[in-house]
């Protein structure tokens, strides 16, 4: 199992620069962004897209810092009920899968969008209850619209194989496990989940049991280490639904963390050892998402807990069992 990082915080610098530090910190593997939210900060998709030359600029510049890329990632909303958004949208994560093609990627990050909640609606509607029923009734339409866009969409990842990997987002339609499990069957095996544990944790989900779930369907393609800590006293008075600014730290219910300063160490190597029991190998991408601390500071505790948690070598054989 490798560390990673999602490359968004180090967009203002060059790419060059960035791998050099990353790779000097002891990280193996990068997320690069390639539009919608993540931006392209450290690679231009069309034009890696139309030119050989700058995809071997990009593989040179992995290969002088010892890197490579465990996924392409563009977070936006295919689903949109504005047109222009969500076509928008869908060209990205589409040329995205076909980059990742070009590129030997085996994994696109995205999210699974959200329409609005009927047909004449105009904004995305998250639906969080089945009462009153109107509510239901715009879920069921939102079921539909998604499994139309996604099973078109899972073809594309399929003729170029290539595993989409949807993070499970509130504010989207796919948001904990169950409906991931949902849009993947739905689909084929290349949807799956980019596994961000931090979602999770404000909902009251066991992420450890959410990655045997998950697991169990072979459904964790990309995982984000990244953390969220709830702070009981505002959970306590309004509940973790919390719509106060994210700057205004000191009043939410819970904040997005570097990684350890959420759930310790221990949790930490648990979530590791439970991502092997499920088969998954590939990266741990820190997201970094802490207000209360710098990138830089951020992602370096971050890889210096994920260090230790981290598995470097492979099973041996259970000799004691025998």
């Not at 530090?21 to 139309?50: F, M």
């Not at 139309?148 to 949807?166: I, M, N, P």
């Not at 596994?195 to 984000?224: C, K, M, N």
Request: aromatic share 8%; net charge negative; proline share 5%.
């Amino acid at each position: 199992m490798d560390i990673g990082v999602l490359t968004v915080p180090l967009g203002g610098q060059p790419r060059p620069d960035a791998f050099e530090y990353l790779s000097g910190i002891g990280v193996d593997a990068v997320e690069l962004g390639v539009g919608g939210h993540p931006g392209q900060g450290h690679i231009d998709r069309a034009e890696l897209l139309a030119s050989g030359d700058a995809r071997a600029d990009l593989r040179a510049d992995l290969d002088e810092h010892d890197l490579y890329v465990s996924a392409l990632a563009t977070h936006n909303n295919p689903l949109h009920p504005d047109g222009a958004t969500a076509e928008k949208a869908d060209a990205e994560l589409r040329e995205a899968i076909e980059l990742a093609d070009e590129l030997d990627v085996g994994t696109v990050t995205c999210f699974s969008g959200l329409p609005a909640g009927g047909p004449n609606d105009e904004v995305p509607n998250w639906i969080t209850a089945p009462w009153p029923t109107e509510h239901r009734d715009a879920h069921e339409y939102q079921w539909e619209r998604a499994e139309e866009y996604w099973t078109d969409l899972a073809d594309h990842a399929a003729d170029h194989g290539v595993d989409v990997a949807v993070e499970m987002h509130p504010n989207m339609l796919v948001y904990e496990p169950h409906g991931m499990l949902k849009l993947r069957d739905l689909t084929n095996e290349r949807v799956g989940a980019n596994f961000d544990p931090s979602h999770l944790y404000w909902q009251g989900i066991d992420v450890t049991e959410a990655i045997r779930l998950l697991g169990d369907a072979d459904a964790v393609h990309h995982v984000h280490a990244k953390d969220t800590r709830i702070y009981g006293a505002q959970a306590r008075e309004k509940g973790v639904l919390d719509t106060t600014d994210y700057t205004e730290e000191a009043d939410r219910s819970w904040l997005f963390r570097s990684v350890g300063y959420g759930h310790g160490e221990e949790h930490w190597k648990d979530v590791v050892s439970t991502l092997r029991m499920v088969g998954y190998d590939g990266a741990l991408s820190i997201e970094h998402e802490d207000s209360l601390t710098s990138s830089r500071e951020g992602l370096e505790k971050a890889v210096d807990l994920l260090d230790r948690a981290v598995f470097e070598t492979t099973p041996g054989d259970a000799y004691w069992a025998e």
